[in-house]
């Protein structure tokens, strides 16, 4: 079977948190327990300031396989506020990485 | 609704605290055996398409806190010290049928004051109950000049005629795909974040910014933070706050001038242009800079582009509000976006009304009259405190002016007030500015009820009865405030805990059984929505409802002007007396206000008061909104709190420097008018002349009763800010984006309000006792 894998455009992550609280509700993790993480990096470019939200999958993370095999979307991948997290096999995340501007890819 | 496994899937709306909500999202509630366990968004509502909010989220952690008001309680010991016993609902009502009927007896119903937070179905069953009492006072209780929305509806309605929101299609079922629908070339996100402004004002919520600005959207950010968007956008303008009404007539002075404007739209849509060409000459690029600290090339540069591309929407946010000459803010912005015939077209600022003209909560004028008849509403008007002093109380919307509710509980002029009915209202911990001042006023007056969800720091203080409210999981309740038309319904009992409009229907009755006519809420709530053709229990099966296209609450097709579908008199034009955009409101112009738009300088300021400014050399900033936890909701919630635990100032790496201070030490923020303690938090994100701190604040880990209030006093950053600075309109001009403060140090045995709690432990428990009311 294909790799399973997570594509993030970080260029669109704006450190909304849902995807944080989403997975802390689907799995039942506590306050300060996380599958996915998202750090905020507030980077000294040439031209200026930028910030970056910066999303991780944890060890936590189990690419919400009961829901995956249940039909469903990875909960994270559901409630991102700003669509960029996607899920799939690793061939189709990297054809769509080709559409990111600041693709990020997690492999399982 | 469906079935999975033994877990019953139900779809509604969702409007409440928990949440949050000013937004129109439709959620999938997951119960099992009584219980919600899980919340999930839902793919097939047009609002946010299955996406959610962290709040919503967390709604099971929120809804099942250990510390819920869970039954009503009845204050046993002084007021504010903390002791409450335990009622039974039967109780409770009786207790505040009895104290409210002595008040209206004694002094008449004007002498109750009703005063909400913020929105949601707070309002709507607010007013209901105030107007059933008998009373004009529904307030915004604590917001100086209502600061917040009101001030952008009223100039909204007094220069277009109706509420006038940046378009994503959301009026549309088939949204970003609907054929008639237009990508905005651009779009100026002006004073608003998109990480804390989720869905606030009911039309719009923040990440439809994202999916613009995918399909191809330009975006211009305007805010002294350097915000995400900031980061993400063409051209970053970083204004002095409290500017806005200058920077956006320095556009309209560079439009104008060099001709940039839609010449026909402005012949036949638009009245006073030449009025406003006159009054425009008094802003030049650079005069405007000197004002607003913008680099005039920067004025000139977004003026044109904003007008060269076609189309272009202007989303604008509540610091707007916060200028005591807001009103002629937004008349500058409502001239932006019609003089560039940006307005009622795909893709620009389009008019929204409430799907089929329906209301519960009444935003303007025309709803409230809607909702209560012409001859009751002026009745009202004629005690409605504030009215008879600011014209735009008077005329817009139907709100007693808080201000004017405060100084009139002081001075008992031009008559007494005896009481406050507060729903969802934490205003000594949030919505108050001068906290000191409100919490004298309110605790002596005779009767106090305080109706919310958690025991708060304002209901420690002043209540006499409390009554525990509910989220939306637990109630009946219908979203007419925005898009698309809501059922909400209610799927889960937490305890006794009720719904507010099954209070205030219950209280109406009681006072005024004339006022209901309906058997229960299920009728009266089918005929608020009687235009949709729809019963509630027939919107309850559909979750969701929009308007048709031709229809004049819809808004796709656009350019309803051009179609008489805005005017009651079903002629083309707009909803003003002229029938046109009035760029020289006659509206403003009869109640005796400037019928031009125009900047004022803050209260205080650099310019308006050098000599304050020498010894407080930063501009604080207060307000901004925070990802997880809205206003001074969600403090216990660990899934929520998790991520900003801790009432902090952001300064300046550089400003911090110069000061000797260190990121993560407390120090005190000081103004003319009092101080508070925070934790510095050091970040290049704010400009290096100002001071941002988050609203809101108390910790409910901490003692509840008198004098700590859950240390709230301690925090508050409203304890530099004065109320009663509201300008001549009225609405507006809580100045919490432009007072002056100093930042040092604590000193030697200055407490730190977070020591010693449990807080890091992530135990946000609350305490309150609750003493067994024969022992009491
Ligand atoms: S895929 Fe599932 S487990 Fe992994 S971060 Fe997302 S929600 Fe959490
Ligand atoms: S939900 Fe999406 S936008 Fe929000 S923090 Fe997570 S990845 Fe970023
Ligand atoms: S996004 Fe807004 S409307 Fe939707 S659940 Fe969250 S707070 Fe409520």
Redesign the pocket.
Known sequence: MSKRA?LIDVYYCTGCHS?EV??QQ??GYEAKQF??LVTEHILNKKNGLTIDYVPY??D?????AA?VADGGK????KHCQARC?T?GTLEEVMEEAKNCKKPMIFVK | MGYKDDVKIVRTGAWSGGPGCHGGCGVELHIKDGKLIKVEGDESHPFMQGRLCPRALALTQYAYHPNRLQRPLKRVGARGEGKWAEISWEEALDEVEYNMNKIRKEYGPEAMVFGQGTGRDAGGSLIFLAYAYGSPNWTLFGLSGISCFTPRLAGMHMVCGDIVFEDAAQFSPLRYDDPDFVVPELMIVWARGMRGSQCADHYFTSHWVIDLMKRGTKIICIDPRMSWTATRSEKWLRPRPGTDGALALGFLHVIINEGLYDKEFVEKWCHGFDELKKRVQEYPPERVEEITWVPKEDIVQVARMYAKAKPASIRFGQPLDCNANSIGTMQALNALWAITGNLDVPGGNVIARPPYGVTIYPYSTHEVVQLYGQEFVDNMNKRRIGADKFPLVKNFRSWALSDSVIEQMETGNPYPIKGLYLYTNNFLACTAQDPKRHYEAVRKLDFNVVADIFMTPTAQAIADIVLPGTTFAEKDSVFTTGIPLNAIRKHIQVGECRSHWDVAFELAKRFNPSSVPWNNLNELFTERIGNSGLTYDELSKKVWELAPKDHPSGTCGYRRHEKGLLRPDGKPGFRTPTGKVELYSTSLESYGLDPLPSHMEPVESPVSTPEIYKEYPLILITGRRMPTMFHSEHRQVPWLRQFENEPIVELHPDTAAELGLNDGQWVWIEGTMGRCKRKLKITPVVHPKTAMAPHGWWLPETEGAAPSFYSTFEINVNNLIPMGKNGTAGYGGAPIKTMLCKIYPLSEGDTIPTENTKMNQLDFTDSYDIVNAQEA
């Open positions: 997570m995807c989403a997975c689907e799995n599958g996915i999958m944890t936590l993370c189990n690419f919400c829901r990875p909960s994270c991948v997290i899920y």
